[in-house]
Structure formats: C-alpha cells, structure tokens
C-alpha cells in the first residue's frame, strides 16, 4: 500500500521543541523529493519545508528558517522535521507530501493523514 505517515505531534510551550517524522512505504522512498506543509486552524494548507531526493539540498519558507531542519534517511524510508524555538504560530497540523503519481496544484499526490501541533503556554 502506497501511504505516508507522520508522527511526533503533540502540545509543546513557547520556545520547546518537537521531531515530527514520516514514513513511506509502498515506494521507492529514496526516488522522490519530500516536503512539509502546514495547516494552522481556519487557513490554508501552506509549504513549510522541502528536501532533495538524496538529501543535498533543502529549502525553507522564512517563517521557520533557522529554527525548522528537515532530513531524511532513505534506509529507513523516513523524512524528519526538527523543529526548535517553536512558537504560538507554529500551530497546525503538519503534513507530509512526495510526488509518488506526480503533481497536482503545485504539491505531491501523495500526502500523510496529517499530525497536529499545539505550541501554547
């Protein structure tokens, strides 16, 4: 089965930090480039965070350059979202997306069912 899922969601206070996490399975991992997006309550889905299918090059929106490091491990079929000095704004839910069938509207096909992060004090 084709799919992606995230973990590592949760309630965290100003300034803490989490490790969001997706697996893939179903495909070959390593083939394709993968990215973060997310929804904060009542807005739209947006790009967070991109990384290049060997890993060498990634990009980020401004909002979380410097505090927000993706990676990936094609061994285990996994992309990371390190995400440090989290702040109330940061709250969404965080999903994770490949292109695995192409591109629609500018984003991968295939996206995670989602994990949610609440940054509050």
């Known amino acids: 089965q084709v799919q992606l899922v995230e973990s590592g969601g949760g309630l965290e206070r100003p300034g803490g930090s989490l490790r969001l996490s997706c697996t893939g399975s179903?495909?070959?991992?390593?083939?394709?480039?993968m990215r973060w997006y997310r929804q904060p309550p009542g807005k739209e889905r947006d790009l967070v965070a991109t990384i290049a299918p060997e890993g060498g090059h990634t990009g980020y929106v401004d909002s979380v350059q410097g505090r927000f490091t993706i990676s990936r491990d094609n061994a285990r079929n996994t992309v990371s979202l390190q995400m440090n000095d989290l702040k109330p704004e940061d709250t969404a839910v965080y999903y994770c997306?490949?292109?695995?069938?192409?591109?629609?509207?500018?984003?991968?096909?295939?996206w995670g069912p989602g994990t949610p992060v609440t940054v509050s004090s």
């Open positions: 179903g495909f070959t991992f390593g083939h394709y480039e």
């Open positions: 997306n490949a292109p695995v069938g192409g591109y629609s509207g500018g984003h991968g096909r295939l």
